[in-house]
């Protein structure tokens, strides 16, 4: 596993032509990979709307006019009840999204540990995305149960600004490094169609591919444009800028898991088994990604029936966290 590349290595492997670029992600993928396995994933927005930031990209944020509704934290039995249901439905992977811009130690702090340490003792992989983290913070979550934190880079650090001003490109890698110091799995990838070029999609991957640790998970998403945010013109992103993206990925980052996240729901069968073969081996399940559409639940089985690929079970790669741990005490903090 290399974490020495060059962003010259990386846009050589980037450019190269399609169908070669293709065959030697296929290559690497089935060397570290069962092309038939792919994890299913289940997004839920357990506290929606309202957030403080200019991500250029998101209806969530409060500045903007988008038809998004905000609602308070969701409760720990109606998470838990969403979470089986997700389990039913065949994904071993739940993540749970709050718009929020950095987490704070107080009583809603406490409830997603709460949840945390529920959808753990279901025997699903855990996931959060919730914004910056203190190192305190990642410890607690980690000792809750927490198998994995997205915290996505979006794009370059040359690009960054044009898309987030409420925060720098360095605080989101400090996340990543109290996240890992922790010892909870990474997920971090980016959105593509943004208005960037492809230097900084290689930027990105550049980024990713030079931390310390490889990303257990690198999602990526295609712009959707939502109305009522600056980004909401944007043109959509075509399916062989996704495949260079995802080949690249495998081939740089080979034992992540690349997930083919926001934008599926635009592509046909065919598209999406383009993107398998190019390395992609994880999806985003259920009919919403926090506030986007999402391909349904008949659609995604029609998916899997006609490709003959099986959802990948759940701690395949780690043991399931907390096993054995004693009961965690949530501190009770006021708001």
Same mark, same amino acid.
């Given at each position: 596993m ?5 962003r010259?290595?990386?846009?050589e ?12 992600a ?13 994890q299913v994933?289940?997004?839920?927005s ?6 403080p ?8 944020a409060a500045?903007?006019?988008?038809a998004v509704?905000?609602?308070k934290?969701?409760?720990?039995d109606?998470?838990i009840?969403?979470a089986q249901?997700a389990?039913d439905?065949?994904?071993?992977r739940f993540c749970?999204?709050?718009?929020w811009?950095?987490v ?8 997603v ?11 699903l992989e ?14 607690? /979550?980690?000792?809750?149960?927490l ?10 650090e ?9 925060r720098?490109?360095d605080d989101?890698?400090?996340? /990543? ?9 990474v997920c ?12 900084d ?6 980024? /990713?591919?030079?931390?310390p640790?490889?990303p257990?998970?690198v999602p990526?998403?295609?712009?959707v ?5 600056p ?5 959509r992103v075509s399916v062989?800028e996704?495949i260079r993206?995802?080949a ?5 980052m080979p ?15 065919e598209?999406?088994?383009?993107c398998f073969l ?7 399940a259920g009919d ?24 990948r079970k ?5 043991a399931q ?5 004693p009961?965690?005490?949530f501190?009770?903090?006021?708001l």
């Amino acid at each position: 596993m290399r974490t020495d590349w060059t962003r010259a290595e990386i846009a050589e492997i980037y450019n190269s032509p399609v169908l070669d670029l293709m065959y030697r992600a296929a290559t690497v993928h089935r060397q570290h990979h069962d092309p038939q396995e792919v994890q299913v994933c289940t997004l839920l927005s357990v506290k929606t709307g309202g957030c403080p930031e200019d991500c250029a990209y998101c209806p969530q944020a409060a500045r903007y006019h988008t038809a998004v509704k905000v609602h308070k934290l969701m409760e720990v039995d109606e998470v838990i009840t969403a979470a089986q249901r997700a389990k039913d439905t065949g994904s071993t992977r739940f993540c749970m999204g709050a718009a929020w811009r950095e987490v704070r130690d107080n009583r809603d702090f406490d409830k997603v540990l709460e949840m945390v340490q529920g959808v753990n003792e279901m025997g699903l992989e855990v996931c959060c995305t919730l914004g910056m983290l203190t190192e305190s913070q990642a410890q607690k /979550l980690k000792d809750a149960g927490l198998y994995a934190y997205n915290h996505n880079l979006d794009t370059s650090e040359e690009f960054y600004g044009d898309i987030i001003s409420t925060r720098t490109y360095d605080d989101r890698l400090d996340t /990543l490094g109290h996240a890992r110091k922790a010892g909870i799995s990474v997920c971090s990838g980016g959105i593509i169609g943004m208005g960037e070029s492809d230097l900084d999609r290689i930027g990105m991957l550049h980024t /990713l591919a030079t931390l310390p640790q490889h990303p257990e998970s690198v999602p990526v998403n295609a712009l959707v444009p939502v109305e009522g945010t600056p980004l909401e013109d944007q043109p959509r992103v075509s399916v062989w800028e996704m495949i260079r993206m995802i080949a690249t990925a495998r081939i740089i980052m080979p034992k992540a898991m690349v997930r083919l996240s926001a934008g599926r729901v635009r592509m046909n069968i065919e598209e999406q088994a383009l993107c398998f073969l190019a390395g992609a081996n994880s999806i985003f399940a259920g009919d919403k990604l926090l506030t986007t559409p999402n391909p349904d639940e008949n659609a995604d089985q029609q998916l899997f029936q006609t490709l003959n690929i099986r959802p990948r079970k759940a701690f395949k790669d780690a043991a399931q966290p907390g096993q054995g741990r004693p009961a965690i005490v949530f501190e009770q903090i006021p708001l």
